[in-house]
């Protein structure tokens, strides 16, 4: 059986202020199994960076139980924080120290040694070595967020928290860090990622939550979360022709001849909807026929559906 690295048992997190408590954290369950990259996504405000916060020991939880390494990460801090490396939401450098300079600090910080050779490695692993000798401040917003990569691959950590790690790169460089964090994934660490990029969790997770309004309210493989929503048919039909055939989907016509199928039986009334055209000799012009996708399933729930529509047989 797949040992947990981390679990979370009815976790919440409450805000106060001058009026009422804000509940961002509303009783969440997860578990995270050793070696497996879990994405958390969740629109803004979703509550996944106050999540995120609590499991790596940044900030207790109001209530429930959370543990990493079987430890419970804000009050045992010492025995997990060694062991775990981050990359924050936003993070603040000092401007006038150079990028390696920055580096041996913070691995002083952690109490690790960092021998010139490990150094000058962890850069090229982001892409900074010709900034080595660079201060912070003239980096640009790219560049940091690469070095607060390199920052939280010191060590070569058992556990990556990797919150947005990626905003603010151009595609290249997205690419470059999927392949930093695939590569530790090759080396058995276990990664927590947070992203507002969705292809990004389906290109790299094991498997994923959704948060919404402080809950998770789906969560499985890429595969278990989009099993739900319905695949899509689009097609245009000649002027004149037949109306389209009956279809285990629900049809709907959209402007002029153009039609659009939501069907949970993609290959079966893409078939009926050949086979018919064939029969009729009816042209399908700008056929688009697609599954559905995470992208779909993560719209439902931010639109507060949460679920599929429900289709006419």
């Known amino acids: 059986m797949t040992t947990p690295v981390i679990t979370a048992s009815g976790v919440r997190r409450s805000y106060r202020g001058s009026g009422p408590a804000f509940e961002a954290v509303r009783g969440v369950d997860l578990r995270v199994d050793h070696g497996e990259l879990f ?6 405000g979703a509550g996944k960076t106050s999540l995120l916060e ?10 429930g139980r959370v543990r990493v390494f079987g430890h419970d990460p804000y009050r045992e801090r010492s025995r997990v924080r060694p062991r775990t490396g981050m990359v924050l939401q936003e ?3 000092p401007s006038d120290v150079t990028t390696s300079e920055m580096l041996r600090t913070w691995a002083a910080i952690q109490g690790r040694g960092l021998s ?6 962890t850069l090229a692993a982001v892409g900074l070595s010709r900034r080595a000798s660079v201060t912070v401040s003239s980096l640009s917003g790219g560049e940091r967020r690469r070095l607060d990569l390199a920052l939280a691959l010191l060590g070569r950590p058992d556990v990556l928290f990797l919150d947005e790690p990626t905003t603010g790169l151009d595609p290249e460089s997205r690419r470059d860090a999927w392949s930093i964090v695939r590569s530790r994934l090759d080396d ?6 947070t992203t507002h990029y969705l292809e990004e969790a389906e290109e790299l997770s094991d498997r994923l939550a959704i948060m919404h309004a402080g809950r998770i309210v789906r969560e499985g493989t890429v595969a278990d979360i989009v099993a739900g929503e319905p695949a899509r048919i689009g097609v245009t039909l000649p002027a004149g022709s037949p109306a389209p055939p009956p279809l285990l989907g629900r049809a709907r016509r959209t402007a002029g001849t153009r039609y659009e199928v939501t069907t949970p039986r993609l290959q079966d009334d893409l078939l009926t909807l050949l086979t018919w055209a064939e029969r009729h000799e009816v042209t399908l012009a700008d056929l688009d026929a697609r599954p559905a996708s995470l992208e779909q399933a993560f719209l439902a729930i931010a639109e507060g559906s949460g ?6 047989a």
């Not at 609590?54 to 209530?63: D, K, M, N, R, Y």
């Not at 679920?307 to 006419?312: C, E, F, H, I």
């Open 54 to 63: 609590v499991i790596e020991g940044l900030a207790p939880a109001t209530s």
């Open 188 to 193: 058995g660490a276990t990664v927590v990622l």
């Open 307 to 312: 679920a599929p529509d429900k289709l006419a």
């Open 116 to 121: 010139r050779t490990h150094a000058d490695d």
């Open 39 to 44: 994405a958390l996504l969740g629109t803004n």
């Open 91 to 93: 993070a603040g450098f």
